[in-house]
């Protein structure tokens, strides 16, 4: 399975919408995960402290 690269364009079309708040409150999640990992906040990160 590709997730990346030329797929991208592709995964965008195929998987449906999500919510803005929704969408927000994933990359939160993921962004406090990478932090936690590497040490370094970034983006969402640091705003959801």
Avoid: H, K, Y
Wanted: hydrophobic share 45%.
């Amino acid at each position: 399975m590709q997730l990346r690269g030329p797929m991208i364009a592709v995964w965008d079309e195929l998987l449906p919408r999500l919510p803005d708040e929704e969408f927000r409150a994933n990359a939160r999640i993921v962004a406090t995960a990478l932090a936690e990992v590497s040490g370094e906040t970034c983006g969402l990160a640091v705003q959801s402290r």
